[in-house]
């Protein structure tokens, strides 16, 4: 494994992660319930010790001139996904690994999964790992503080369980090709996103599908028909499920109580463009779609959440843009043209462009931002088809807010 940090020069910033109270997945948050189980360890042989880096400096242009902050090597495969797990940031790639790094000093911890098929998700939620795999499960992780073997595999899914309950009866099987049937409970087809809300995990599939599973006792609550081709990301939030497709669209889901999950609304992109991801705002009201064409579109939600209206078109890459995530009033896109794009959030939804910062040698397919206040800003974590991940320091201060259209590029 490689590991490349940044020369250490003065002045630096001490960097220290305070032992987390909760768990934060790629998009979401997790219900109260959940949050009540074991957390993930915040330390478990290593001490919090303090970390010196060299932090961008502002040039003379105003612009900020960026390198990573490091450079992890170490994957097989094209990093496919990131998420944050207490003091660990797991990257998954195309080839079957997982990586767990250690903050604040970004050390290769422990891996797992190999062999358990290419990664294309994951979640984390309590004191569970939810991974979705290109054979169409998912995979069930459990961290323990006591076990050698940190992330230890409990149960697949669809689970053993759910499988004989259902497999005698005919109902219960679908059509999923021609001469060609399953039950309802598997997906058909590559699982491509997850999401986790309120005591539940979502996945949603190039199958088309959408489906809920029961985080409690890993049952398949309900398979919805989402969209007329594959999904390819997926976002909670206010209790509303969003599910972006190929088909142009993002659909917006939600339930009542026990109810099972209904269509609130649809918003729709730019005609015959792939949506490759969607992101939500924290208080609901924004939903921003990445599409292939190199928009990032957004929409503003009505109060109850039953409309939603078209409110910025940005033309953010010169390629396709496959991720983007949010830290405050920052949104980042990554693009197959290899670059990361900085955007302010402005009044009515609208983007103003804050930078590019570039440096990967492949398309960036997975963002995570880290909440941790880190010196005047915060880090963000890129893996690309470069099979590397990439962390960056972010400042928040006004001074970066004002480089409109100037680049920010690798030193």
């Not at 039950?183 to 949603?204: F, K, P, Q, R």
């Not at 985080?215 to 028909?225: F, M």
């Amino acid at each position: 494994m490689d590991l490349l940090v940044s020369e250490i020069t003065t002045p630096s910033t001490p960097l220290l992660f305070a032992a987390a109270t909760s768990t934060i997945g790629m998009s979401t948050s997790s219900s109260s319930s959940e949050a009540s189980e074991d957390s993930p360890a915040t330390s478990f042989r290593f001490e919090l010790q303090e970390v010196k880096y060299d932090f961008p400096r502002k040039s003379l242009s105003g612009a900020y001139s960026y390198r990573p902050l490091a450079v992890l090597s170490g994957h097989i495969g094209s990093v496919s996904c990131l998420a944050l797990c207490g003091e660990f940031i797991l990257s998954a790639s195309q080839g079957k690994d997982i990586i767990v790094w250690q903050q604040p000093d970004l050390r290769l911890f422990t891996k797992f999964g190999q062999g358990d098929g290419s990664v294309k998700a994951l979640v984390t939620v309590g004191h569970k790992v939810f991974t979705a795999h290109q054979d169409s499960r998912i995979r069930v992780w459990k961290v323990s503080r006591r076990s050698e073997n940190v992330f230890r595999l409990v149960d697949t899914l669809p689970t053993t369980k759910d499988y004989l309950g259902k497999f005698m009866k005919q109902s219960n099987y679908v059509q999923t090709r021609r001469h060609h049937k399953k039950l309802w409970i598997e997906h058909a087809d590559s699982i491509s996103c997850l999401t986790v809300y309120n005591g539940l995990v979502y996945s949603g599939s190039w199958d088309k599908t959408l489906k809920v599973w029961k985080i409690s006792d890993l049952k398949c609550l309900e398979s919805i028909k989402a969209h007329d081709d594959a999904i390819n990301g997926l976002v909670a939030c206010k209790g509303i499920v969003y599910s972006a497709s190929a088909d142009g669209k993002i659909k917006a889901w939600g339930k009542e109580g026990k109810s099972t999950h209904s269509l609130k609304g649809i918003l729709e992109g730019h005609r015959d463009v792939s949506l490759n991801s969607v992101i939500v705002s924290d208080d609901g009201k924004w939903v921003y779609g990445g599409g292939s064409d190199g928009f990032v579109m957004g929409w503003e939600g009505s109060y109850d959440f039953v409309s939603w209206k078209l409110v910025s078109e940005t033309k953010a890459h010169q390629m396709a843009v496959l991720c983007m995530c949010l830290m405050g009033e920052f949104l980042f896109s990554g693009s197959a043209d290899k670059n990361i794009g900085i955007w302010k959030r402005e009044a009515f939804g609208k983007l103003s462009k804050v930078g590019i910062i570039n440096g990967h040698e492949g398309p960036v397919k997975c963002l995570q931002a880290s909440p941790n206040n880190v010196g005047g800003g915060f880090l963000l974590y890129s893996g690309g088809l470069d099979k590397s991940l990439r962390v960056w320091w972010v400042p928040r201060h006004s001074a970066l807010q004002n480089t409109e259209d100037k680049s920010i590029s690798l030193c």
